[in-house]
């Protein structure tokens, strides 16, 4: 998308007389210093309520997504990340791929010395033996593998996908396997949904995805879901919406979801949208701009997936859904045992993006990007958890992926544009499209899908 052909939103000012701005001009009770004071009492309905009443033209001054900042912050966190990468953190793969992706969201690219630094240093996080590191001569591990290869995605050049060692890559997936079927995190690591989503995503992604990985994952993660729907972190925990957009997006690539009880996990999701406007993870938590993504998500692929809950809500579904417990794991239905020797798995998941919506948003996709507009972005750059927090790469990251996600979840074909109506804001607001499996930007996906696919 062209950034030029939209015009920059300049955020309201940060306190002072209202008087002294034209949009604020038309805020005659409240200064934004009173509306953050507001926000931070988790007053939101109230904030509308009397900024609507008493500005409706205040509407798009507070509703405008600060682009500019936003991509300030973000730039400024690579850039005193790069060149050197001397923090002494094991999470520096994922600080690359919350910003590089968060500036993708935002349509910004990197300049070539940045990119190039940012490749250069993930080689050398690369491990010989297969799998990135949080830093160079670090444990490889299944998270920051799947930060690296997504921020690897995002650059999208030549170097940076031909710096990927796919072979290593698929040889650690391997040796991360564990005898249940499921992955774990690393070598003496936990098992759990997180480490099967990041597997497969990574295994998917840059096409070495085969039945010798994929045996036994889908039974794992449909043990994970639990009796209120979502999907826990292991089998007999609790619920979470990180771990339900992992699971999920892992059957869908698997091409196993009808093992999951559809029709309870998106009741179960959508119920944790929140007075507030935004999605908590979990039953009785609070809310958090970065369960707009994990949650929200959820709902997008949900919105393509309507068949197979059409299928699981007729009365003679549900002794099927409870006999699955095939560990070998290929067949597209869990219902039947015939299965096919070759998959072609790259394609569950370009397949799958082809499709279109076959429902409207299964949750309120105007309120929650009036959370993320309103209480989670910081006027000074960057978005956070909630009010009285501060901001973060992570949030920053997630917040934006969950707004593009609800800006085109009320989109039928698969390649149109958000209307205006599906979009809270000024059409300014629209960021770029998203692989919902994934979370990378849709474009990046396709070029890299080319790539990989011709390997
Ligand atoms: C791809 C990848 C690595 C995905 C990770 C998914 C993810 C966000 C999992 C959540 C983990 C978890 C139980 C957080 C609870 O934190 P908390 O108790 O602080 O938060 P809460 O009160 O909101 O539950
Ligand atoms: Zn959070």
């Known amino acids: 998308m062209d950034s030029s052909s939209r015009t920059q939103p300049q955020p309201p000012p940060a306190g002072g007389d209202p008087s002294e701005d034209e949009s604020a001009a038309e805020l005659p009770r409240l200064t934004v210093t009173q509306v953050e004071q507001m926000k931070v009492e988790a007053r939101v ?29 973000l730039t400024k966190g690579l850039r005193h990340l790069a060149p050197s990468f001397h923090v002494l953190d094991a999470n520096r793969p994922w600080l690359c791929y919350w910003m590089v ?31 990135y590191g949080g830093g160079p001569g670090q444990l490889p591990h299944l998270a920051t593998s799947y930060a690296a290869v997504n921020t690897l995605v995002t650059i999208g050049s030549e170097k940076a996908l031909s710096s990927i060692k796919r072979e290593n890559l698929y040889k650690f997936m391997l040796l991360m396997k564990d005898k249940s079927g499921a992955f774990r995190m690393h070598d003496g690591g936990e098992v759990d949904v997180r480490a099967c989503y990041t597997a497969i ?6 096409n070495v995805l085969d039945d010798k990985l994929a045996r036994g994952v889908g039974n794992y993660i449909a043990s994970c879901q639990t009796y209120e729907g979502g999907i826990a972190g292991e089998p007999s925990a609790e619920a979470h919406g990180g771990y339900t957009f992992c699971g999920l997006a892992a059957m869908v690539l698997l091409n196993e979801v009808e093992k999951l009880d559809l029709p309870s996990l998106i009741g179960w999701v959508a119920f944790r949208q929140g007075v507030e406007c935004g999605f908590q993870g979990r039953t009785n938590k609070l809310v958090d701009g970065c369960y707009s993504f994990w949650q929200g998500a959820a709902i997008a692929l949900a919105q393509k997936l309507m068949t197979v809950v059409a299928e699981q809500s007729k009365p003679s579904y549900s002794s099927k859904l409870s006999s699955v417990d095939d560990a070998c794991g290929t067949s597209s239905s869990g219902l039947a045992s015939e299965k096919s020797p070759i998959v072609d798995y790259v394609k569950f998941g370009f397949d799958f993006m082809k499709q279109s919506n076959q429902i409207g948003p299964l949750f309120h996709n105007i309120a929650l990007q009036q959370y993320i507009l309103l209480c989670a972005q910081v006027l000074e750059g960057g978005l956070r958890d909630k009010p009285g ?3 973060d790469h992570y949030h920053s990251c997630y917040c934006l992926s969950g707004l593009s996600v609800s800006q085109y979840s009320a989109m039928t074909g ?32 396709e070029e890299a899908y080319e790539f990989f696919s011709g390997e």
């Open 45 to 73: 309905a109230d904030i509308y309520r009397v900024l609507f009443d008493a500005a409706p033209n205040a509407k798009s001054a507070v509703l405008e997504l600060w682009r500019d900042q936003h991509v300030e912050y």
């Open 389 to 391: 927090k501060n901001r």
């Open 201 to 206: 995503s990574v295994a998917s992604l840059v």
């Open 414 to 445: 698969s390649d149109s544009c958000p209307l205006p109506q599906h979009m809270l804001g000024p059409y300014s607001n629209l960021l770029e499209p998203i692989h919902p499996l994934y979370n990378v930007v849709l474009e990046k996906y």
């Open 101 to 131: 992706h968060g500036l993708a969201l935002l349509d910004e690219t990197l300049d070539d010395d940045l990119e190039n630094d940012i490749v250069d240093f993930l080689s050398r996080c690369q491990d010989k033996h297969g799998g």
